[in-house]
Nanobody
Framework: QVQLVESGGGLVQAGGSLRLSCAAS????????MGWFRQAPGKEREFVAA???????HYSDSVRGRFTISRDIAKNTLYLQMNSLKSEDTAVYYC????????????????????WGQGTQVTVSS
């Protein structure tokens, strides 16, 4: 089992940048595929980015080219670097994890993941 704690959210102007972090408990972080999702007010939670155990990545069309997902195995931490932020990026951002033996698999659906953080608020002012 793994516990996830997000941090790094806040208020930023449009065009600015933020880096979200997701700290994972446990000693088997390298056995988990990870992802970022977000939920804007009045909307369903949506996929943002995912990374496999071996570093393969996948992004939603709305963030590709602006956001970068990465992971530091030694620090048990997942990151989401967000650049060129837009007002439509305003949401609560959640990290998620799933234990898998598949080294290159990435999950893009909520039901692909078993563990979730509590979320961190990102607000982009226009």
């Amino acid at each position: 089992q793994v516990q996830l704690v997000e941090s790094g959210g806040g208020l930023v102007q449009a065009g600015g940048s933020l880096r979200l972090s997701c700290a994972a408990s446990g000693r088997t972080f390298n056995m988990y595929a990870m992802g970022w999702f977000r939920q804007a007010p009045g909307k369903e939670r949506e996929f943002v980015a995912a990374i496999s155990r071996h570093g393969n990545t996948h992004y939603s069309d709305s963030v590709r080219g602006r956001f970068t997902i990465s992971r530091d195995i030694a620090k048990n931490t997942l990151y989401l670097q967000m650049n060129s932020l837009k007002s439509e990026d305003t949401a609560v951002y959640y990290c998620a994890a799933v234990w898998t033996v598949a080294s290159t698999w990435v999950g893009v659906r909520e039901l692909d993941y078993d563990y979730w953080g509590q979320g961190t608020q990102v607000t982009v002012s226009s």
